[in-house]
């Protein structure tokens, strides 16, 4: 089906006029980096969808619990940081207070973190008023070898510490995580199959303390293939994709054209939950001449929204989860579900060529979940590759000293290079142990990039081309 058929399969029943012929005009008037920061935020107007198996109304705004604000630990030791829980407080009863009430995080996020922090910020709360999505993330007790008995005892001990954390009795929305990883469908059956885990969760399901069972994609299709296939057996309530703008028709990586994951889910009539609306972020902010671009078609709405809105159109999406980790950010998202104002035939037209642009650009596929972390050396790789997309999405990067905005490029890089990272942390610390490779979801070859990147600096510091 392509995006044409697909969009009057919503019954949008709209006809299509053209696009519009912004070329590289710039948006007059308008700052690239404007939200709607000044208009009200609805406390009543959340768009919901309805979870067919258990009828959970479902905020369509979900609240990604990876990104949870931090602070320098008390005890003064460099690097150390805390999870600002009276940060999360606030954020938490602000999102409850405006109609969010899914809340997503898994035993790994916040380096471990999260799960304590979000129980403590939602306890305060009626128990009733929010939904708890959170997974099985025993791929690192696989990763290591554990398998039969020894892998189910941790696994379930994982499990029992994910209530005792969350300071509940059940969970609303339980994932087998990161499916697709390692050798694919091998490693999936060690994890959940060969040692009578997955059957461990069924029954657990069964008795009221799983209220809904899915799993969360990344990596080989064939296991996520494998796990659909099963769906008249199992009954999946809900399952985890990563769908954007980019990714619908040009995913990278391991990852798999969202288009094909959602249809596939569409089909059996699975909800789907959406990860990475934004790419890793960088949709929140693209090059200045896509800004303009996107500013000049709606100038009061933020780069952001246009994502979440393209998320937002798709019926079978239960919710799309952000990671929010400043006020800012919240609002902006509520505002755009509150209510959804879905696209038109015409809009998703100009996002595919947003997409055909963006994907021209040499970013770094980093969505920053910080499953590489820590470095044993010490590197901040998620920041790292955070500074040099925002550069290159700035138009902040020139690789000769003969190009006309070089002097701008090489001050604005190297600066805030140094602002973002601490000099101890930066890639030219990687020895490429790549201990780190194997974690990452979106299958980056980290020291790679990092050694790139660390030429790149040094070709500005020295005031040479990059050969």
């Known amino acids: 089906m392509d995006r044409r058929d697909f969009i009057k399969k919503l019954g949008l029943g ?247 994951l959602y249809e596939e889910l569409a089909k059996r009539d699975i909800p789907a939950v959406i990860m990475e609306p934004l790419l890793g972020g960088r949709l929140a902010s693209l090059t200045d001449h896509l800004n303009a671009r996107l500013k000049e078609r709606n100038p009061e709405e933020s780069i952001a929204s246009w994502a979440f809105r393209f998320c937002g159109t798709f019926p079978k999406v239960l919710t799309v989860l952000s990671g929010m980790t400043y006020m800012e950010h919240l609002e902006d998202n509520i505002r755009t579900y509150a209510p959804l104002q879905e696209l038109n035939e015409e809009e998703m037209e100009m996002l595919e060529e947003t997409a055909q642009i963006f994907i021209s650009y040499p970013t770094v596929p980093c969505n920053t979940c910080d499953y590489c972390m820590p470095c044993p050396y010490g590197i901040n790789i998620p920041a790292i590759f955070s500074h040099y997309n925002k550069c290159i999405n700035e138009g902040n990067v020139a690789t000769s000293t003969r190009h006309p905005n070089y002097a701008k490029a090489r001050k604005a890089f190297l600066l805030g290079y140094d602002r973002s990272v601490p000099k101890l942390r930066q890639a030219n610390h990687c020895i490429g142990c790549n201990q780190c490779k194997p974690h990452c979801p979106q299958s980056i070859d980290i020291p790679k990039q990092l050694h790139r990147i660390d030429r790149y600096v040094e070709s500005l510091k020295q005031e040479k081309d990059l050969s």
């Not at 690097?79 to 938490?92: C, P, R, S, T």
């Not at 997955?198 to 494998?226: Q, T």
């Not at 057996?233 to 809900?238: A, L, P, R």
């Open 14 to 260: 709209l006809s299509v006029a053209g696009l519009t012929a912004t070329g590289c005009k710039k948006a007059t008037g308008i700052s690239v980096s404007e939200t709607s920061s000044d208009k009200d935020v609805p406390t009543d107007k959340m768009t919901y969808r309805i979870t067919p198996t258990t009828g959970d109304k479902v905020s369509l705004l979900g609240y990604g619990c990876m990104r949870w604000p931090m602070k320098p630990d008390p005890s003064g030791e460099e690097g150390k940081e805390i999870i600002d829980q009276e940060a999360v407080n606030k954020l938490v009863d602000y999102a409850l207070a405006h109609g969010v009430n899914y809340f997503d995080t898994a035993p790994p996020y916040v380096r471990g973190l999260s799960e304590e922090s979000t129980g403590i910020a939602l306890s305060r709360h009626p128990r009733e008023s929010y939904f708890l999505a959170t997974k099985m993330s025993n791929m690192g007790f696989a990763g290591n070898g554990m398998k039969g008995k020894e892998l189910f005892d941790a696994s379930v001990d994982m499990y029992h510490n994910s209530l005792k954390k969350l300071q509940t009795d059940y969970i609303d929305y339980y994932l087998l995580h990161s499916i697709g990883g390692g050798d694919g469908i091998p490693f999936l059956k060690q994890r959940f199959f060969d040692n009578g885990l997955l059957d461990f969760l069924l029954k657990e399901r069964e008795a009221g303390r799983i209220r809904n069972l899915g799993f969360s994609y990344h990596g080989d299709i064939a296991a996520y293939d494998y796990l659909l296939s099963l769906h008249d057996e199992i009954k999946w309530d809900f399952v985890q994709i990563q769908l954007n703008y980019v990714d619908y028709h040009h995913a990278g990586g391991r990852n798999f054209d969202a288009q094909y």
